[in-house]
C-alpha cells in the first residue's frame, strides 16, 4: 500500500503535542521524512525552549543553533549540570561556561524564562558573564545544590524591565541557596522567594541587612517568602524609620526566630497574607505581630505554626496587654502553639468573617469563645487541646449552630463535638491519639453528633473511641450517603463487619448498611479478626455493589493463609502486615 503524505498543519499539531516533552521526542520525529523535518525547522516555538546541559558535548554549539532557529520568540533557557561532579575537568567546565555564556548574553534581550540548576561555580560564573537588561524576563530561578554549609550571597546582575509592573508583567525571582543581592534598585521584581539552609549559624552568613537589602531593592513586591533553617537570633537591621513595601499582599516567614526585628520595620498597607513558622515569640514579637493585624485592613489569611515551647506547656499564660481586634476581613486563620503563646492573642482576637480555622495548643474555654463569634466557619480543624475537661469553664446550653459548616476535625478531646451543632457536616474526624486507653463516654456524644449531620455526612474518621458494636452500628444505619469510613483503636468487633456484609433481604424494602461505600480503613480495633475482614471482603466487593477500597490492620498475629486471602482482594491489608507477610514469604529476618 502506498504510504499517504500527512498534511504540514497535522504534522505541526504532532509537534505541538511533543512541545513540553523532551525536545528528543521531537527531533526524533523530524527523522520521519524531509516534510516534517522542514516543518520542525520552522517551527520556531519549539527551538525557543533551550535546554543546556553543561556536562554533554558542546552546549554552547546547541544553544547558538537552537538561539537562531527561534527566531524572535522569547525565549525559555534551564542550564542544568550533573550533580555527581566532576561531570568534565575544572578547567575545561569554566571554558564551556564562558562559551555558553557569551551565546545567552546576546540574546538577553528575549529572555522570559531563565533558570540554573547547577553547583554554586556554574551560577556565578555564569551570572558574571550574563549581565544586562532582560526587558522581557518573567521567571529567574537559581537553583544551587552545594550543600548546606555552601549557603552565601549571590550578586544578580540582571536588570528586569524597567517599567512599573502590572501583576501579571512583573518578575518571579526564586533562589535556593542563596541569598540574593540586587545590583541596583528592581521595580520589575514583584516576587521573590528564598529558600537556603545552614549548618553552622553564624552573623557572616546571613542577617537582617540582607533580608531588608531585598526589601529596599525591590519596592514592588506583591509575593514574598523566605526560608532560612538553621538560622539563630538576628539583631535588628541598620535602618533609620521603616520600608514600606506599598503593594505587597502576600509575606511568608520560616525559621526568622527574631521576628519582631523584621515585623517592627516594615509597613504593608495591602497585606492580605501573613505565614510565619518557628519564630520566637517573644514579647516585642507578639507586640510587632499585633500591631500588623491592626494596621492591615486587608488581611485575609493568618498562618502562624510556633513549636518552640513543646516542652512548656504547662507555664501559665504571660499578660499580653493590648487592645482587643477584630478582623472583619480574615476568612483563613491558623494557629499552632503552647498554651504560653496562644491564649493571650486569641483571647483578644476577634473574626466574625472566618471560614477556615485550624487551632492547636490553644485551652478549650478560649475556644469555645472563638467559634461562638464565628458563625460563617466552613472548615474547623482543632487539635492539642491544653485543658483538661474538669476544668471546662463553658456555660451549659445548646450546642453553637454553623450552618455553613462542612468540615470538623477534633482531636485529643473528641467530646468537643458535643459542642457544636452543623447540619451541613460532610466531614467528621474524631480522633484521640496519646491516651492508651479508649476515651469514656464517647458513646453519647457520637450518637448525638450522627443524629445532628446524618442526612449530609459522606466522610467519618474515628480513633481510640470507647464505642461498641450495638452504638457503631445504630450511628452507620442512619449514614445512607457516607462513602469513606476510617475507624481505628476503637472497641468493636467482627459484628460490625457482618453488619456491613449482610445483603439486603430480597423480600424487604431494604438496602445495604452504607450502600454508598467507597473507601475504608479498619486498624488495630480491639476484637476485628481476619475471618471477619475476608467475609467482608467477599460480599462488598461483588457486583452490583460500587467499587469499593481499603486497608484493614489487625491487633493480633495474621497467619499466611488469611494475608494470602486478603490480598486477593487487591491492596486491603496495611503496610505493617504486607511488609510482615512479604518477609516471611522470602524467608528474610524483621
Known sequence: MKAIALPADVVLNIYHLNHYDSDSDSLNLSHVCRLWRDILHGYTAFWAKVDLHLGKRDPDRKAAYWVKRAGRKPLVIHVRCGRQQPVVSERKLTTIIARVGLVLRDCMDRWESFTMDTSSQEIEHLLLICTGYAPRLRVLNLNCWNGIRDVRRLLVPILPSIELPSDSSGLSVSTQGYIPRFTMPSIGITEISVDFSMDWPDEGYFNMNDLFSIFQSCPNLINFHLSAFGSDEMGPPLLNGFVILSRLTAFSLSWIRSVENVLSFLQLPLLESITLFEANWSDAARVALWNVFGSSPFLSSIIINHDDDKYCYERDPVPFHESPLTLHHVTTFHMEGS????????????????????????????????????????????????????????????????????????????????????????????????????????????????????????????????????????????????????????????????????????????????????????????????????????TRTLNPIPNISGEFGFNLDLSPKDAMTIMEYGSSLSRAHMYIHVSEESGDEL
Not at 493571650?344 to 473574626?351: A, E, F, I, K, V
Not at 460532610?426 to 479508649?438: G, M, P
Open 339 to 538: 498554651r504560653t503563646f496562644l491564649q493571650p492573642l486569641l483571647d483578644l482576637l476577634t473574626l466574625p468573617r472566618v471560614e477556615k480555622l485550624e487551632l492547636a495548643g490553644a485551652p478549650i474555654s478560649t475556644v469555645h469563645r472563638f467559634i461562638s463569634s464565628s458563625t460563617e466557619l466552613r472548615d474547623v480543624s482543632l487539635r492539642n487541646f491544653r485543658q483538661v475537661p474538669a476544668d471546662l469553664d463553658i456555660p451549659a446550653h445548646a450546642p453553637i449552630l454553623l450552618p455553613s459548616l462542612t468540615s470538623l476535625h477534633v482531636e485529643d478531646f473528641p467530646a468537643f463535638v458535643d459542642y457544636i451543632h452543623a447540619p451541613r457536616l460532610k466531614t467528621l474526624k474524631l480522633e484521640e491519639y496519646y491516651d492508651s486507653a479508649h476515651i469514656v463516654g464517647s458513646r453519647a456524644f457520637l450518637r448525638a453528633a450522627v443524629e445532628r449531620s446524618a442526612t449530609a455526612l459522606t466522610t467519618l474518621h474515628l480513633r481510640g473511641l470507647d464505642v461498641g458494636d450495638e452504638d457503631m452500628q445504630w450511628c452507620l444505619e442512619r449514614l445512607s450517603v457516607l462513602e469513606e469510613l476510617f475507624i481505628s483503636y476503637c472497641a468493636i468487633s467482627d459484628a460490625v463487619l457482618s453488619a456491613l456484609a449482610s445483603p439486603p433481604s430480597p423480600d424487604a424494602n431494604a438496602s445495604w448498611l452504607l450502600p454508598c461505600l467507597k473507601t475504608f480503613l479498619f486498624e488495630n480495633n480491639d476484637c476485628i479478626t481476619p475471618s471477619g475482614a475476608i467475609k467482608f471482603l467477599a
